[in-house]
């Protein structure tokens, strides 16, 4: 069975000793990532260090940085390269988030050089896409995440895609309390699945992780989840709060 998998986000949130405090509570508890689950605990640059200490312990947790440059080195000032990166021994990142997007005007095309840099570097990708409300609301959904696979993905080998992360977060459910319903998630996950098999294969298909992103919380993780495409979450605000993220976690399908 493909990885399920519960990432966190904590976007430009807490001080380092909040940080570490949230870090030693997730890490505190009996909850191992059980056989095919990952956790992934996505946390500002600074802090990528002393949270990769406190959870090294845990099997199945990993430290995900939020970003990473479209260039390997140069005079860039205020980026992080991928080669940093696995200096450090980091080996997963979120590309394409939809603040990025947003605010940092990624474009599809900055997003396929970020992918190219995170696997030159063997650091593996959590590709975020997903579409804003107007769209939604001209039921034009599809066609704009099939658009942002399209041109961020589709020149990797079949090697490449084998076991990738992609991540849908539908822009209108972030932050807002809103939710897609478990059967939009899963439609837009089928879709996402569907593209990757024509692009590619069946096998290839059934390998990649699609996790819902879009407000997740312990109360909706399980139905959520429990959609057959959907291989769980990315999770912002809640996974700020360990009595929220540790159950998040523990709705993860079992292997």
């Not at 005007?105 to 997903?130: Q, S, Y």
């Not at 020149?155 to 932050?175: D, K, R, T």
């Not at 024509?198 to 959520?224: F, M, P, T, W």
Request: hydrophobic share 40%; with cysteine.
């Amino acid at each position: 069975m493909r990885k399920q998998i519960a990432a966190a986000n904590w976007k430009m949130n807490l001080t380092l000793q909040e940080a570490k405090n949230l870090a030693s509570s997730i890490a505190s508890q009996q909850v191992n990532a059980g056989m095919g689950h990952l956790v992934l605990v996505a946390v500002p640059f600074p802090y990528l260090i002393p949270i990769q200490e406190i959870l090294r312990s845990k099997e199945g947790y990993h430290v995900c940085a939020q970003n990473l440059a479209s260039t390997n080195n140069g005079a860039y000032t205020g980026e992080v390269s991928a080669s940093m990166l696995q200096s450090l021994s980091i080996s997963y990142a979120l590309i394409g988030h939809s603040e990025r997007r947003e605010y940092n005007h990624e474009t599809n095309e900055i997003l396929a050089e970020k992918i190219n840099r995170a696997l030159e570097n063997g650091i593996n990708p959590v590709f975020c896409c997903g579409e804003p409300l107007a769209v939604r609301e001209e039921e034009k959904q599809n066609e704009y995440v099939e658009k942002q696979l399209k041109d961020s993905l589709s020149h990797l080998s079949p090697e490449q895609m084998n076991g990738f992360i992609i991540a849908y977060e539908p822009i209108w459910a972030i932050g807002t309390g809103k939710t897609a319903s478990s059967d939009q998630a899963q439609d837009m996950h089928k879709t996402i699945r569907k593209w990757v098999a024509n692009h590619y294969n069946k096998e290839i298909a059934d390998s990649v992780s699609i996790l819902y992103g879009g407000s997740v919380k312990s109360s909706n993780a399980s139905e959520i989840f429990g959609k057959s495409d959907v291989d769980g979450g990315l999770v912002g605000g809640a996974s700020l709060i360990p009595a929220e993220f540790i159950p998040i976690i523990t709705s993860l399908k079992k292997a």
